[in-house]
């Protein structure tokens, strides 16, 4: 079956350094994948996709990496603030059935160090 | 645009009592999901509303679980009766027609004592 899952499940950054997350898939027919940022206390927050057709999409300060060969994803975010501070999930949007369904990961804690 | 509205925000309750919690979807959003979210973990999709008709529930207990979408905007997940396990958040999404993004409320958090 499908399943979706993270390298890591804690990242430790300086503020202002470059943050990766890494992600795993399993479904090499998976065709659309999302990254959601989860502050304490809050639901999960788009924050940017990438269709299996892209390599590479930025958004603000945010880039998502595709590598289909070996079936990893990655969210790259620059210059990291405090504000950044969050788990991060990759969550991938496959079907069941007829419907159209996200996985998620297991999430990766992102914490911004002073 | 207001985003999607959930309710309680929290809720403590002991095992074998019933809960239900409330979503209201952002307007005009035809689909709705229901998620459950352990402490640790990813969201688990429980339920998929298309309107007012469940498009999968296949991950719901139906034991224990139900849930609703009579008119086809609000929507509410019942527990009954709860257990420890069930303790967590209960994410509440919904999505429109023409995208592929699902946007999330706050969510419930779930203790059964």
């Known amino acids: 079956g499908e399943s979706v899952g993270l390298h890591l499940p804690t990242l430790s950054v300086q503020e202002g350094d470059n943050s990766i997350i890494n992600c795993a898939y399993s479904?090499?027919?998976?065709?659309?994948f999302i990254w959601y940022k989860q502050e304490s206390g809050k639901g999960p927050q788009f924050i940017i996709d990438?269709?299996?057709?892209?390599d590479k999409r930025q958004g603000q300060r945010v880039t998502v990496l595709l590598n289909k060969t070996v079936k990893h994803l990655s969210l790259q975010i620059a210059a990291t603030q405090p504000g950044d501070s969050a788990v991060y999930f990759c969550?991938?949007?496959?079907?069941?059935?007829?419907?159209?369904?996200?996985?998620f990961g297991s999430g990766t804690q992102l914490t911004v160090l002073p | 645009e207001a985003g999607v509205a959930q309710s309680p925000r929290y809720k403590i309750i002991e095992k074998r009592q019933s809960v239900a919690f409330w979503c209201n979807p952002i307007?005009?959003?035809?689909?709705l999901y229901w998620y459950q979210q352990i402490l640790g973990q990813g969201p688990k999709l429980l339920i998929q509303?298309?309107?007012?008709?469940?498009?999968?529930d296949s991950q719901l207990p139906k034991d224990r679980f139900s849930a609703e979408r009579l008119k086809g905007v609000d929507s509410t997940l019942k527990i009954q009766p709860a257990k420890l396990e069930d303790s967590a958040v209960y994410l509440c999404?919904?999505?429109?027609?023409?995208?592929?993004?699902?946007?999330f409320g706050p969510g419930t958090r779930l203790l059964v004592l």
């Open positions: 969550a991938e949007l496959g079907f069941s059935g007829s419907a159209r369904q996200l996985t």
């Open positions: 479904n090499s027919a998976s065709d659309y």
């Open positions: 990438i269709r299996s057709n892209m």
């Open positions: 307007s005009g959003h035809a689909t």
């Open positions: 509303f298309q309107n007012n008709g469940v498009v999968d």
């Open positions: 999404a919904s999505e429109s027609g023409g995208e592929e993004t699902q946007y």
